[in-house]
């Protein structure tokens, strides 16, 4: 698992825009485990854990960025590490997709009303 996800790294992209190299990022390197649409995997054949899904509202709320960046440096119980495959700058723009795939962020103007 860790080869074939390694096999993507840094050159995934060559867009200015962050938020197009996230996601092509993500598409390259990130997909293969966590799906086109991040909603992560089964239980691999031998047990192992699914990978993570990134559009769980739970989830979303629990983990801060760095959470997200450090996971994606230093791997977590099956997921490899990328610190010497992903540049600071990459390890940012794929926290930003990881981020993307949650709920969106509401104001504290856009909090539920109880007008009866």
Known sequence: MVAACK?????????SDPVVRGDELFRVACSRCHGAEGKGGPVGMLGELPARDFTDPTFQARVTDEDIGRTIR??????????????PDQVAV??????RFGPPARDAGDAPRNDR
């Open 74 to 87: 230093n791997g977590r119980k099956g997921m490899p590490a990328f610190a010497a495959v992903f540049t």
């Open 94 to 99: 794929l926290t930003s997709r990881v981020r």
């Open 7 to 15: 096999g993507s790294g840094a050159d995934a992209t060559t867009s």
